[in-house]
């Protein structure tokens, strides 16, 4: 059994700033990528940053420039550093890995809420 569970979200006013971590635990042999993605209610949900196992990097155009995703192996962890929030970053936030248990498979987490609000 895998578990992904994200921590961090809140409410914050625009041009503040919240870490989110994601922790992938359970019977886990290997982690490939790992990404973020958020979703708003009537709306499909899509990658926000995504990161692979030696670190590589890809950011969706709306927030490069003031989100960064960073990866600890050791921990099985991903953060995403968020600066210069706007109210439209306002979204449940998702983490998801691709994990190696007895095959590869892709899991997610229940998802965080950000708020951005004044």
């Known amino acids: 059994q895998v578990q992904l569970v994200e921590s961090g979200g809140g409410l914050v006013q625009p041009g503040g700033s919240l870490r989110l971590s994601c922790v992938a635990s359970g019977s886990i042999r290997s982690i490939s990528a790992m990404a973020w993605y958020r979703q708003t209610p009537g709306n499909l949900r899509e990658l926000v940053a995504g990161i692979t196992n030696g670190g590589s990097t890809n950011y969706a155009e709306p927030i490069k420039g003031r989100f960064t995703i960073t990866r600890d192996n050791d921990k099985n962890t991903i953060y995403l550093t968020m600066n210069d929030l706007k109210p439209e970053d306002t979204a449940v936030y998702y983490c998801?890995?691709?994990?190696?248990?007895?095959?590869?498979?892709?899991?997610w987490g229940q998802g965080t809420q950000v708020t951005v609000s004044s």
């Open positions: 998801t890995a691709e994990i190696l248990v007895e095959r590869w498979s892709d899991y």
